[in-house]
């Protein structure tokens, strides 16, 4: 890397028909919910939940550390970690973000805009964002520029660690250093933000030849 290229982080991504863990791979995430973010006990029984367990597993191994816990605000961290990160769910996607520099990542399905969704953006994003949205097209046109406006603030909450408390936040702290990119798998938004330019690796979860679970594979599509 030369010095003028910037930073490097990636993108981990589980895909519902990639995870197809048996009974002894799934007891033994679950086993590790108390250091994976959870003292209380594993989550409901879901593929989304047991994605999510085998992410923070990842990131806790490659971080050395010994769980995931929360700030105040309800920021999930590791003692010491060497680097930062994000991570997000739905039915269809569950995803993570990982760089050298703060990061947010939130994914969300490419769905109809309903008026209570409109009214929803309209009291937490930047009122240009809202305008942008307004702007285009019904159907599918605005449907992508909802689930980017959306993503985006979310993501961006995440990365300036002020989590979900602040309903309505107009983030103020938004543009400058902090930088947003956008992406469509299996038919949902993710948005990353970072704090500076980075460059992006988008992998997705894949086993070994060996049949291992955790292994990420290459980048696939665009």
């Given at each position: 890397?030369?010095?003028a290229e ?41 593929w989304?939940?047991?994605?999510a367990?085998?992410?923070?597993r990842?990131?806790l191994r490659?971080s ?10 309800g ?7 060497p680097?930062?990160w ?7 996607l569950?995803?993570?973000?990982v ?21 929803a953006?309209c ?11 307004m ?8 449907a992508?520029?909802?689930a ?19 309903d ?46 955790g292994l ?6 665009a």
């Amino acid at each position: 890397m030369t010095s003028a290229e910037p930073p490097e982080g990636e993108v981990l991504m589980v895909l519902p028909e990639e995870l197809a863990l048996s009974k002894g791979e799934r007891a033994a995430l679950r086993r590790l919910s108390p250091r994976l973010g959870f003292p209380g006990g594993a989550p409901p029984p879901s593929w989304e939940s047991d994605a999510a367990l085998l992410l923070k597993r990842h990131l806790l191994r490659r971080s050395g550390g010994r769980e995931i816990r929360r700030t105040t605000e309800g920021k999930p961290f590791i003692d010491g970690q060497p680097f930062f990160w994000s991570l997000s769910h739905d039915p269809s996607l569950v995803c993570a973000a990982v760089a050298p520099t703060d990061v947010g990542i939130d994914v969300e399905p490419v769905v109809p805009v309903t008026d209570a969704a409109m009214a929803a953006l309209c009291r937490g994003v930047p009122q240009r964002w809202a305008r942008w949205v307004m702007g285009a097209s019904e159907g599918r046109a605005r449907a992508l520029r909802f689930a980017r406006a959306w993503t985006t603030a979310e993501a961006a909450l995440k990365a300036m660690g002020v989590g979900f408390s602040h309903d309505g936040v107009e983030l103020a702290g938004w543009g400058g250093e902090w930088l947003s990119r956008g992406r469509i798998v299996n038919g949902c938004m993710i948005s990353v933000v970072t704090r500076g330019a980075l460059l992006l690796r988008w992998r997705f979860v894949g086993r070994t030849p060996s049949g291992r679970v955790g292994l990420f594979s290459e980048e696939r599509g665009a």
